[in-house]
């Protein structure tokens, strides 16, 4: 992929991201102690490491723009990668064989809209291609085929119901 393709496909992830997400309000833990609007990149770490301790609606307003920090702060190093591995396996609900840990995972992403999921499902393949996480390819497809799956599911899903409405 040429530099100048690899900045379309960004640019269109990230649209896709802002578009899909507009309407996800600030959840009342974060209006409360007035930490609404923009991450801080070091917010982003941390929360690229770990978002099992959030609740659902908080992850719903967060997930876009820790996906977003990460288009632009990804390392480009196979080594240092800034934990971008550690995002792609919390985008997995499935990784860890553990069913209390998969159910508080699903309850994050339950929400999400088709548009939500699909465009979480490009930004994970988008990010397949970085030199980040060549070494994680294998966790970034099976994220993919959580994210995407749903994404098509819930695309069938919504076109069987026109169908049937007509």
């Given at each position: 992929m040429s530099e100048l393709d690899v900045l379309e496909s960004q640019e269109r992830v990230r649209r896709m991201l802002r578009q899909a997400f507009a309407e996800v309000p600030c959840p009342d833990t974060f209006k409360n102690a007035g930490d609404c609007g923009p991450l801080?990149?070091?917010?982003?770490?941390?929360?690229?490491?770990?978002?099992?301790?959030?609740?659902?609606?908080?992850?719903?307003?967060?997930l876009p723009m820790i996906l977003e920090d990460m288009l632009d702060t990804r390392t480009g190093d196979?080594?240092?990668t800034d934990d971008a591995e550690s995002l792609v396996l919390h985008l997995d609900p499935f990784w860890l064989d553990d069913a209390v840990v998969r159910k508080v995972q699903l309850d994050q992403f339950a929400n999400?809209?088709?548009?939500?999921?699909?465009?979480?499902?490009?930004?994970?393949?988008?990010?397949?291609?970085?030199?980040?996480?060549?070494?994680?390819?294998?966790?970034?497809d099976a994220?993919?085929?959580?994210?995407?799956?749903?994404?098509?599911?819930?695309?069938?899903?919504?076109?069987?119901?026109?169908?049937?409405a007509t």
């Open positions: 801080l990149h070091d917010v982003a770490l941390e929360l690229r490491r770990d978002f099992y301790n959030y609740e659902p609606e908080e992850i719903h307003y967060l196979d080594i240092e999400f809209t088709p548009q939500q999921r699909e465009a979480v499902c490009e930004w994970l393949q988008f990010a397949r291609t970085w030199n980040d996480l060549t070494r994680f390819r294998h966790w970034v994220a993919i085929r959580y994210w995407c799956h749903a994404a098509c599911d819930n695309a069938q899903d919504s076109q069987s119901a026109g169908q049937t």
